[in-house]
């Protein structure tokens, strides 16, 4: 499943009926064991990157002017973006430490986590990190992946009492509500401290165009040089803070080791597992799959740029910044503020709230182009987020703000946005800034008051003309087609959907491709949950 905003993880009836239920039962989880006491332990640290292994010598292959510099390559198709964590975890050798907010317990899913185990088994040191919101039902597979040796597996702020069932878990969600809002939203990949991959994606599915429903639009670079041991770093501050337990300590590790590596050699095995296709060709920037790259380091040719990674503080999960103004949300604000031409603005979730308003404002004062992409109502797959969202957009529209929505109807109608997608449907997922066509700004967080309040984040500043140019092409952001641009209707009130890509553009008055009653379930929700809170 994708990102989620806890508040509206359920469609409106659904998730009416269980807030009912939970506050009636809140008190009896109120009795329930806790989280364990922790044992103090010292630190694990990353592996520095060292000539010795391939990838250490091959991220240095691409360091040859010692600048500074970092070298990235854009990795916008989904499955170039699977087969390169295939190629880094087939040619560890030191390290792979591995963070994100879901892992799927699907083909995709389970085939990186047989991935890893076998590069544990080579004597890599393997380091999991997993928030545990989606991990209902998967505690044995993932002990047979920490009963190895060389292998561990963390988790972020963790849930206690019956963690098999996604239903109790609800129930323990509201009982235990302050605590459990908070959410790891990060998504980091680092293979010998040499090479890392950063960006908006989970490892499911649906984020690598697996799912035969709604598989999803989004974007990663892949990165070596300076800005890898950054993100190692940041890596190791989650690793070891307060608010992560190793799973052994939260879930029931009954049975053998032996009897649970058993359960996940045959849980992972290719009937459960099965691999993806052989990349053919290059992908949408011209470039070959990253085995092909590795196997001639000595000709990879990568961008150039300075590039920073930053996070949150985990401790933004206790509650304890000391200030706003330490999160990864204030940063990304400082920096858009700098702009002196234009902003480009993609994510799935956008609620700029009256802070944001303001800056949109001060934007506009300055002569600052403001172009906003995020999903249309039907394309959504948090259609509540359009409860706030559409507060904002009329006076976004008056502001002079270009305002797209995505639609799997209108993307299909342009033809390299369809080729992304194949056949399935499709969902905007990126969580990109293009700032005066020179930054760009990426990784986990999406516009909304849980990334900026709640959920840690994590992401990667990169100043870069190269890579800008390469992402207005990817996405045709000079000549935008496949969504539907957003309108100002005459009276200055409501607003019209255009479509673009065709010869018609047909032109709508309600909320483009979406039914009558998911219209009516959100109107119905938005009567039951304070929208301050999404």
Known sequence: MPDKLIASSFPALRGLAL????????????????????????????????????LGRAAASLDDAHDGLSSIRPLVEASFALDARFELMRRAQASLDVQTYQLGNDKTGRLLLRELRDAARRGVRVRLLLDDFYTAGMDRLLLGLAAEPNAEVRLFNPFVNARDHSATRWMEFFGDFRRLNHRMHNKLFVADSAMAIAGGRNLADEYFLRSEGA????????????????????????????????????ANASGTPEALKSEFEAATSPVHAPPPAALQGTDLMGDPPLGAQLADSGRMKWMRADAHAAADSPNKALGTLASPAESLAARFH?????????????????????????????????????SVITNSLADSDEPLVNINYNRYRVDMLKLGVNLYEVSTRQLKRNRQLRDLLKKARGRLHAKLALVDREWVLLGSMNLDPRSARLNTEFGVRVRSFELTQALLYAYQLDDIEGVYRVVLLPDGENVQWIGTGDVDNE????????????????????????????
């Open 215 to 250: 598989n999803f639009i989004d974007f990663e670079l892949i990165m070596a040089g300076p800005v890898v041991p950054e993100a190692a770093r940041i890596f190791d501050t989650y690793w070891n803070s307060d608010v992560v337990y190793p799973l052994q300590r939260i």
């Open 19 to 54: 807030w009912l239920v939970a506050t009636g039962i809140a008190w009896v989880l109120a009795g329930c064991a806790g989280l364990p006491p922790r044992t103090p332990e010292p630190p694990t640290l990353s592996i520095a990157a060292s000539p010795s292994t391939a």
């Open 334 to 370: 400082e920096m858009t503020a700098t702009a002196r031409s234009d902003v480009v603005v993609i994510s799935p979730y956008f609620i700029p709230g009256e802070e944001g308003m303001a800056r949109i404002r001060e934007g506009r004062a300055r002569g600052v182009r403001i």
């Open 507 to 534: 032109v709508l008055d309600s909320e483009p491709d979406s039914s009558l009653l998911t219209r009516l379930q959100l109107l119905l929700f938005s009567w039951f949950v304070p929208t301050d809170q999404l």
